[in-house]
């Protein structure tokens, strides 16, 4: 007969009750006794009935991660820390892409909630404030990942946008640069508003006023997006000798725009993405980029739902507090923007 948790415990010398909070990882264990718990799991070679567990917890052990689009490389990496930390724990994911649709995004959330998923991550969210509150209060477990909502009041995590966007600016001045496009994603998503900011401020600083002429903003993060985007930069009299471009997605239709061009990049346009993705090292010119830190938001976003579960199911109630990481960008150097270095600065 397979072991129970009925027999850890008595292996263990603890209740059934704190054997089921060490299998779910609840973070109110003590260290001695969660090693006496895994010592007597590995002893007895206990492998854990997840559906048995998730019908006595009425928990379906799924987890829902809704992306913007699961073609855009930063958000496989993200989704690839989220799978990591859950698969470690014994959750199955649900994944959905929203392309970036809020009608589309509203009917993918309604759907997960039929199907009765614990918690819910969001890389993508065209939602109000409002309606991810709404749901918050509705009793859904909610966390942003690489979003968010000032006034939802929900669990994030993002890298900050502001200063990643100052960092890649002021490192495009240092090269002597005057004009310098900006090409970012729409305004509505908070992570552009900062990411346009940062931009700005950096010229300011620089005494260089923005330019309006040189800001573009587009709909979709789509390398065709980034590519009509900086054609039009381009046939300006007075064109940009150097682009900032709020995604990598962005920055390779750039670079797609410059080689159907015939302009070399960095001899006749420097280039700065924003995301740092694999992709990123290995093209043409390889590209300088500010770390997004993709598969490190999917970790840590992954962690808090994780924890909010486990305090949900130790005390029937998540705790008040919220949780909001900003992590810090660094600017990765490559060939792109003009210089030979190959590693990570600022």
């Known amino acids: 007969m397979q072991p129970t948790i009925k027999d850890v415990a008595r292996e263990a010398g603890v209740s ?29 070679q206990f492998q854990p009935n997840r559906v048995a567990q998730g019908l006595s917890r009425r928990r379906s052990n799924t987890i829902g991660v809704v992306l913007a689009n699961v073609v855009n490389p930063f958000y496989a990496e993200l989704f690839r820390g989220i799978e990591e930390t859950t698969a470690a724990i014994g959750y199955t994911l649900l994944l959905a892409s929203t392309d970036g649709e809020p009608r589309k995004e509203r009917a993918i959330v309604q759907a997960m909630r039929q199907r009765q998923v614990d918690g819910i991550i969001f890389a993508s969210v065209r939602m109000a404030d409002r309606e991810v509150a709404k749901l918050a209060r509705d009793g859904a477990q909610v966390v942003l990942a690489s979003r ?109 725009a410059c080689l159907d061009l015939g302009l070399s990049v960095p001899e006749r346009l420097a280039l700065i993405g924003f995301d740092n993705v694999p992709f990123g090292e290995i093209a043409l010119s390889p590209l300088t980029s500010v770390d997004g830190q993709g598969l490190e938001i999917g970790r840590r976003a992954a962690r808090l739902l994780i924890d909010r579960l486990a305090g949900m199911e130790a005390r029937g109630s998540p705790p008040a507090q919220r949780v909001r990481m900003v992590i810090d960008p660094q600017l990765c150097i490559r060939r792109s923007c003009g210089c030979r270095a190959n590693g990570a600065t600022h």
Do not use: W
Request: aromatic share 6%; with cysteine; net charge negative.
């Open 148 to 256: 968010h909502l000032p006034d939802a009041g929900v669990d994030y995590v993002v890298v900050d946008s502001e200063r990643g966007a100052r960092l890649a600016v002021e490192h495009l001045i240092g090269h002597g640069h005057a004009r310098i496009g900006y090409i970012g994603g729409p305004q509505s998503i908070v992570q552009f508003q900062e990411r346009l900011r940062g931009y700005e401020q950096a010229l300011a600083a620089a005494g260089m006023p923005a330019d309006a002429t040189l800001c573009v903003e587009t709909e979709r993060l789509r390398i065709e997006d980034g590519d009509v985007a900086a054609r039009g930069l381009l046939a300006q009299a007075s064109p940009p000798t150097a682009i900032f471009a709020a995604t990598d997605n962005l920055a390779f239709g750039v670079l797609r």
């Open 16 to 44: 059934k009750g704190t054997v089921s909070k060490f299998l779910n990882d609840a973070p109110y264990v003590a260290e001695e006794t969660r090693r006496r718990i895994a010592a007597a799991v590995e002893r007895l």
